[in-house]
Antibody, heavy 123, light 107 residues
């Protein structure tokens, strides 16, 4: 079974940093692109970032570009999201998701999701 | 950027059919995917590639896409189908785009 487990969420001050991790199991991690999707509590889903199978290609939503960095370590079956210069509007649940299709593939979607980790940005 | 429009809510009686629209400019030229999210849980893929059901998803769930509207149809609705439903497409400028979500209430 595919399992994605996020960690690293918590409370950060505005302007601060957090690093999220996602541990993957149950599939060949380096066969898939991976992504982060976030959700403000009680609101809708927003794509944040994605990375191709080997980490060589990444993409970001405009709202996080220049502040967040996605990366992966295929030797550890892990996905990461380094979040810098955090803002109150970054407060959300952050989900790790497996991508079917891949970076810049027009029909891509998410077939498995983790349970999410909550990031709260507050002074 | 590409925008997907969904009604905030849809109500349906048990055993009836729920239809959840997802509107977008010429969305019929794109491929639409649907996710179900129950309270306190992660999203679950219920329809991919307009009308394909992933393994484990009941046949009661179906999808269609044409013109400016894609539709998720839930037949013989059960209380357990109460959830938020999101459509999603991939767009060349915005990459992954989600609809605003529709809350399905079973009366």
């Amino acid at each position: 079974d595919v399992h994605l487990v996020e960690s690293g969420g918590g409370v950060a001050r505005p302007g601060g940093s957090l690093r999220l991790s996602c541990a993957a199991s149950g599939f060949n991690f380096d066969d898939y692109g991976m992504s982060w999707v976030r959700q403000v509590p009680g609101k809708g889903l927003e794509w944040v970032s994605d990375v191709n199978w080997n980490g060589g290609s990444t993409g970001y939503a405009e709202s996080v570009k220049g502040r967040f960095t996605i990366s992966r370590d295929n030797t550890k079956n892990s996905l990461y999201l380094q979040m810098n210069s955090l803002r109150a509007e970054d407060t959300a649940f952050y989900y790790c998701a497996r991508v079917v299709g891949g970076r810049l593939v027009r029909n891509s979607y998410f077939d498995f999701w983790g349970q999410g980790t909550l990031v709260t940005v507050s002074s | 950027s590409y925008v997907l429009t969904q009604p905030p809510s849809v109500s349906v009686a048990p055993g009836k059919t729920a239809r959840i629209p997802c509107g977008g400019n010429n969305i019929g030229s794109k491929t639409v995917h649907w996710y179900q999210q129950k309270p306190g849980q992660a999203p679950v893929l219920v329809i991919d590639s307009n009308s394909d059901r992933p393994s484990g998803i009941p046949q009661r769930f179906s999808g269609s896409n044409s013109g400016n509207t894609a539709t998720l149809t839930i037949s013989r609705v059960e209380v357990g189908d109460e959830a938020d439903y999101y459509c999603q497409v991939w767009d060349t400028t915005s990459e992954y785009v989600f609809g605003s979500g529709t809350k399905v209430t079973v009366l």
